[in-house]
């Protein structure tokens, strides 16, 4: 009788535990930990989706000057109220909106919190991507190694504190996410197959639909979808038939929806075309969507390759950062320097290396103005992908190395090192986070959005009426109501306004936050891209000194009236408002003396 191995009983066991961990890490994130939306694309594409769910359509609240210009340039119905949307790829709006609708009675902001419900819906939306992407990245590893490796990549990603940050935050990257690790496992079985001499049966089919989803998810996954045409096109020179579902079903997708774009707005590329111009323009797109002006903005052939340097070197110096404090997707690079044993691993490698390079192209060319936390950070989307390979790159020197003289340490302890640097910050922090989670509750308060604060201007002003901000994303979505984005200067803030009192949709007020002034020193305040608006922006935080600008300045008392929207204190107690509300009339003695019993 063959006698059982006690290491083979223990084994099941040890996978059990990594998954109740991975659960359990899932769950205090999200319901003790979790402090709303940080990601103006999420609450933008959030609200886009509540829209889609009262039937309104892909349309949305947040108003863009230059929206607004191209509509009325190309003779299309435009309103301040509500737009149709041109800037983002539909996937993740309609994937939401059935929940949405499902929640309705959740809509309205629960007064008893600063979280919003619906806020942590979208953060255990995301969770459930991200769960789904640990279990292919674990299927990835396992089929070109083992089980134990493909544990590990599996803690190395658990084990990242801003991982978790950019998953339970919002945005697309949840989803983009699953959709790249799909495609990553849909290439390494065309591979697997290939080098057994099998047929690759359905597999193009799901890579094309794989690229069809990142692409309607994310504009810039059309580099990463770019990566994988080269790589079938290069690694699988007897699988270049792939190519026509690889390449063919995301352009079929994508040209309906630019046709729908034209259609809606006459402009196919509809407002995302700022993100094409801002190669070649000295300023951001958010500056050109700001723009009211149907101006042609200025073009700097001589300084692209200049910016471009500079992105890409942004991109190298950040690339711990990038990689989300990843070490093994840091170290991807080690698996390039060693020839593994079986061909299939040595093509993936190679194709994960084509898909990041094409990726790199694409940020190096369009920039990262946010950094790692940029909506447009594709780095972070291969993480998966590159922790697997970083860490069999490193087991392979680990074994070179020969350290010790047999038992755990000497085989594993390459991970043990790559794991214990990354998930340094999330295992010291734990116990505070818990502490400070479960003492808090739903009190915890979003670094740079008050959501709770915000919501209140839903009862202050009228559906009719409209908003104007320097974050419309968070006021349409906290507040939903329809807010324009602050413009340029004031002349064009004046037209908007007639413009809206015309439409019967009134401008209530200004609401300034602090996103205005972010990362500025005062300086600068006078020559960025909000200098136009510094009177209005220093209002708030001079008015703790016991000085209203608007007694002096006389283009400010058109909203005389001013409600705190967050306050912080001084060295000497006094409180201090940098974000606020300018209203045309004190609207919160009446709302307060309404509720009074």
Known sequence: MNSTNPADQIKPVLRLALWVFVASLAFLHVFITFRGLASPAAMDQAQIARELARGHGFSTQMVRPSALRMLQENQRDASVARLPDTSHPPLQPILWAPVFKALESWWPFETTGMIYRMDRVIACMNTCWFLLTLVLMHGIARRLFDRTLAGFAVLALVLSRPMWMMVTNGGHHALLLFCATASAWCLMMMMRRAEAGEPSGAMPLLLGL??????????????????????????????????????????????????RNQMICGEMLGTAKASLQSILVPFPDSVQMRDYESATPPLVLSALMRRVNAHFSGQIEDLFSHVLMVVPAALFFLSLLHRFRRDDVNR????????????????????????????RQLHAILVPSLTVLGLAGLAVLWARFNPGHGGVWTRHGFAILALGIGGWPIIVGLTSDLRLGLFMKNQMMQPDYRAASMSRLRDMVNEEETLVSDAPWAIAWYADRSTIWLPKSRDQFHRLRDLAKEQKHPVAGVVVTTLCMKNETFASQF??????????????????LGVDLAQNVERLRDYPHMFPLGWTQMPDGRPMFPANFFSDKDRWTALKEAKKP
């Not at 993936?348 to 940029?374: E, H, N, T, V, Y």
């Not at 891209?529 to 708030?540: F, K, N, S, V």
Request: glycine residues 10%.
């Open 210 to 259: 794989a690229c069809t989803a990142m692409i309607m998810t994310q504009w810039m996954a059309a580099w990463l979808v770019l990566g994988v045409g080269i790589s079938v096109a290069v690694l699988l020179p007897r699988n270049r038939g792939a190519l026509v579902f690889v390449i063919l079903l995301p352009l079929l997708a994508s040209a309906g929806w630019l046709i």
């Open 348 to 375: 993936f490698r190679w194709a994960i290396a084509i898909i990041w390079g094409c990726a790199i192209l694409g940020m190096s060319l369009l920039g990262l103005p946010d950094g790692p936390q940029d909506d």
């Open 527 to 544: 020559t960025g891209h909000y200098a136009e608006w510094i009177d209005l922006i220093a209002r708030g935080p001079i008015r703790a």
